[in-house]
């Protein structure tokens, strides 16, 4: 494996100016959820480093478990081998990639509706009221 270019960003970004510097990377080795979580929306392949299990399950729920490494086991070896793999076959892990981020976001939007018909209901209005008056 062959690093061209490497970074050390010091400043606060906002998270457009994350996921611009993140869409000009080949592959982002994330360790820390919202760095995975930033590289599946710029489309570019990652490797999720699993320190805890919410890493493990976006892993999962998107089903790119097996770009995933638990690092509480020896993953040297299968860290290298995982890079050279995405490497080899970037364009079919971004479109994993899309495809999975698309079904995230498909699922997203239906609860948003539905959510938005129920906010809009007079007998939730009313729940809501009377929960506030009794907390105050």
Known sequence: VKFHKKKVITTQLDPDEIINIISNSELIIG???HSIVYSLIADVPVIGLAYAKKVMCLMHDLELDSYCINIKRDFHHEALTQINNILKKRSETQIKIQQQVEI???????HDTFL???????SFKRGIKNYLRKLW
């Open 104 to 110: 995230q976001k498909q699922i997203i939007s239906s």
């Open 116 to 122: 938005m018909k129920l906010v809009k209901q007079p």
């Open 31 to 33: 360790m820390r959820y």
